[in-house]
C-alpha cells in the first residue's frame, strides 16, 4: 500500500494492532531480528511460529528510511536510518508471508515464514 498516495484500510489496521500490542508485549522469545543493510533484507526469509503473535525488530543499519510494508500481514511502518522499530505481526496461519521495503523495492524483497 502506498502511505503517501492513499489512506488505505492497511495502514488503519496496522495501527489498530499497533495500539493492541503496547497492551500486550510479546515475551522476548518472540522476537526475530531482521538486518536491513545495503537496501536487502538479512536473512531475507525468517521462520516463525504459526498461529503466535510476534514480534519482528526491524535493524534498519543503512543511512537513509525504508518502510518495512506486508500486505499480507498487514503491516507498514517507516524505520529510519540508523534506526530500529519493532512490529507486531499474527497470529499468523502457517504459509509464506512477503515483506519489502517500499523505499527500495527493487531489492528489498523478504518473507516471513509460519510454520
Ligand atoms: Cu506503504
Redesign the pocket.
Known amino acids: 500500500?502506498?502511505?503517501?498516495s492513499l489512506l488505505?484500510a492497511v495502514?488503519a489496521v496496522a495501527l489498530t494492532g499497533l495500539a493492541l500490542v503496547e497492551v500486550a508485549p510479546a515475551r522476548a522469545d518472540d522476537m526475530v531480528t531482521i538486518v536491513i543493510k545495503e537496501h536487502r533484507f538479512d536473512p531475507a526469509e525468517v521462520k516463525i511460529t504459526a498461529n503466535k503473535r510476534v514480534t519482528l525488530l526491524v535493524d534498519n543499519q543503512d543511512a537513509t528510511s525504508e518502510?518495512f510494508?506486508s500486505g499480507e500481514m498487514k503491516v507498514?511502518k517507516i524505520v529510519g536510518g540508523r534506526k530500529q522499530i519493532k512490529v507486531m505481526v499474527g497470529p499468523l496461519k502457517p504459509g509464506r508471508y512477503p515483506f519489502f521495503g517500499?523505499f527500495h523495492e527493487a531489492t528489498a524483497q523478504g518473507a516471513v515464514i509460519a510454520e
Open positions: 500500500m502506498r502511505c503517501f488505505s495502514c518502510e510494508e507498514e517500499e
